[in-house]
């Protein structure tokens, strides 16, 4: 671990000892006092499931969310970045292991952050939200069958509610959409550096895939142009699910959240053509030996957003899983479906290719502890933009000729971030010790070439028929040669940019394509992705959350409505 990550998760760790939960306590009843049965039982607190569940009791169904291992997200964790030091915090991280990789690979095991807390990995998140494009829709269809109703339009069109149009940093204004729970404020550009960093993001976009960059990001093409970021306006917090959902705001009583609870199993109902499900089973987080059991019927629908690696180890465990997963672990099958846990996958991500400027020889704002205060006092100030990233490229494959088997790539510029690589390796005339490194910033830039569509494909596996244990996680990231080539002719390409534009990269490569960032993956459900978008998996799954929302109380609208006539 890093010497500023270290010293972010001591920073807090203290502030979860110290923050109380107020004003939670009567939204969060103890499982004891629940009903018995709901409407909808909702099987994590993801920023998924705080919508949908938000939205279901509004709409007057009686909805129980059950999350775990986490609870609330402290309060300090909405500064901007110091939400960074909850990253391997094995109380707000789940922290999965990849087997060990092979000798090539320097027998290296692999790590993935995965949020603990209410809001899962949302609460860890840099809150980059923009949108793929609508080949990445296309191709959901056209290859994956998966229904028009998941078109770029219309996810577009739900996820448009939380554009809100706001002067996230001074001296910026531009109106964006409309208004929702999810605060989303616009960062600041780079201006100066905007046109010179197009052109050559489109140069070398071109010579990779022979296709020119579209500039405006946010519309159906992708290309080079802000980002958006889930920063409130009013406070310049990060704007979490749980802020966004429960905090500050009138509860429905139909809602109940338990947190600190793991759903073991899904109760089905056998008798039924095909099986129903009719209920769960969950226990305390840290009750390994399950010495006390809760059960809870619904009886409308039960919910699955527990993530991308616990939905499939969750539905193997109650039964709905492949047929060697179930016959190894004695579980009794439900159904057999050999695709679950199967075909996971996220984008290649190369970190630590920084490029810093000496102080004082660009236009910029200095990152100090007066930053920290502004913020704390006035909530203004470069912190309001989280990690300070102010604007994105992003590159694409002719979108006409969009496959699977084509690549696509970003590359993110940042000012001010906070990875250890940009700091210690830096030309700092400031000593390169924590506060020298933190607190005495230098314009920095970051590049993070992303192959956004590989081949690889991983997989979950279960490590016991325990549902506290975590499954195995293997991306298999290194297993696919073209990949591996072309990520490797990425960072060659990234390299060259920064090199040329403003002299030495931060870090070393030897031209061996790995993936050097991988440990920091993000991991998206992909029990509802067919593949990840070119964009971020935030407005995609909250988009899609809030159509699943729409659909569900649409549903039980019209089923009332026939039952009256
Ligand atoms: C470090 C990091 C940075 C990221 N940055 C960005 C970004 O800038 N922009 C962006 O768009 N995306 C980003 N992402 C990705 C984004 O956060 C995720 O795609 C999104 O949060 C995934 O949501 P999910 O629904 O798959 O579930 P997850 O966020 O994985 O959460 C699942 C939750 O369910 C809980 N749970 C699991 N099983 C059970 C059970 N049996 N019972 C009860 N609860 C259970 C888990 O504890 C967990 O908290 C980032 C992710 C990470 C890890």
Request: glycine share 8%; net charge neutral; proline share 5%.
């Amino acid at each position: 671990m890093n010497l500023i990550h270290q010293k972010l998760q001591e920073i807090s760790t203290l502030v979860s000892l110290t923050t109380a939960e107020v004003g939670y306590t009567t939204v969060f009843p103890s499982p004891a006092d629940l009903k018995s049965a709901y409407d909808f039982i909702i099987v994590g607190g993801v920023i998924t499931g705080c919508l949908i569940a938000k939205r279901l009791s509004d709409a007057g169904h009686s909805t129980l969310l059950i999350h775990g291992p986490g609870s609330l997200p402290n309060e300090l964790t909405r500064v901007p970045l110091l939400n960074l030091g909850l990253h391997g915090n094995p109380d707000h991280d789940h922290l999965y292991k990849s087997p060990r990789l092979n000798s090539r690979w320097l027998n290296q095991t692999l790590t993935y952050n995965s949020g603990k807390d209410l809001g899962g990995s949302q609460v860890l998140s840099a809150q980059m939200w923009s949108y793929g494009k609508s080949g990445d829709f296309t191709c959901w269809k056209e290859e994956f069958g998966i229904s028009e109703k998941f078109s770029n339009e219309n996810i577009r069109a739900a996820g448009k509610i939380h554009e809100k149009a706001s002067a996230g940093v001074e001296g910026v204004d531009s109106p964006y959409g409309e208004s929702g729970e999810i605060d989303l404020s616009l960062s600041p550009t780079w201006a100066p550096y905007q046109q010179t960093f197009a052109d050559r993001f489109e140069a070398a976009a071109a010579s990779l895939t022979q296709t020119r960059v579209n500039k405006d990001q946010n519309s159906d093409a992708l290309g080079f142009g802000r980002i958006i970021h889930a920063v409130e306006a009013d406070t310049g917090y990060i704007s979490t699910p749980v802020r966004a959902f429960f905090e500050n705001r009138p509860l429905s009583d139909n809602l109940h959240i338990v947190t600190r609870h793991m759903v073991r199993k899904i109760l089905f109902d056998m008798s039924t053509s095909p099986p129903r499900a009719t209920g769960v089973e969950f226990v305390q987080a840290e009750d390994r030996e399950g010495s006390v059991v809760f059960f809870k019927k619904a009886t409308k629908r039960i919910i699955l957003t527990a993530g991308a690696i616990r939905t499939p180890q969750l539905l193997a465990l109650s039964g709905v899983g492949s047929e060697s997963d179930l016959k190894q672990w004695n579980i009794e099958p439900v159904v057999t479906r050999n695709g679950v846990g199967q075909n996971l996958h996220d984008h290649y991500d190369i970190g630590n290719a920084g490029v810093c400027f000496p102080k004082g020889t660009k236009k910029y704002v200095d990152f100090g502890l007066t930053q920290y205060f502004n913020f704390g006092l006035h909530r203004r100030g470069q912190l309001r933009a989280p990690l300070g990233t102010q604007s994105y490229g992003f590159f694409k494959s002719d979108q006409s000729n969009l496959t699977t088997s084509k690549h696509y790539f970003s590359i993110g510029i940042s000012k001010n971030n906070l990875y250890q690589d940009f700091y210690l390796q830096g030309k700092s005339s400031e000593g390169d010790n924590f506060f020298g490194t933190l607190f005495k910033q230098r314009e920095c830039l970051l590049f993070t070439p992303t192959l956004l569509h590989p081949e690889y494909r991983g997989q979950i596996t279960l490590t016991s028929g325990d549902p506290l244990d975590d499954p195995i996680v293997d991306l298999k990231t290194t297993s696919n040669a073209r990949d591996m080539k072309l990520i490797g002719e990425l960072w060659q390409k990234v390299k060259r940019i920064a090199e040329e534009s403003f002299g030495d990269i931060g870090g070393e490569f030897d031209g061996t394509p790995f993936p050097a960032c991988v440990q920091d993956l993000m991991i998206a459900d992909a029990s509802i992705l067919p593949c990840p978008t070119s964009g971020h998996m935030l407005p995609t799954i909250s988009a899609m959350a809030e159509m699943a929302a729409r659909e569900v109380i649409r549903d039980f609208e019209v089923q009332r409505s026939r039952s009256r006539s």
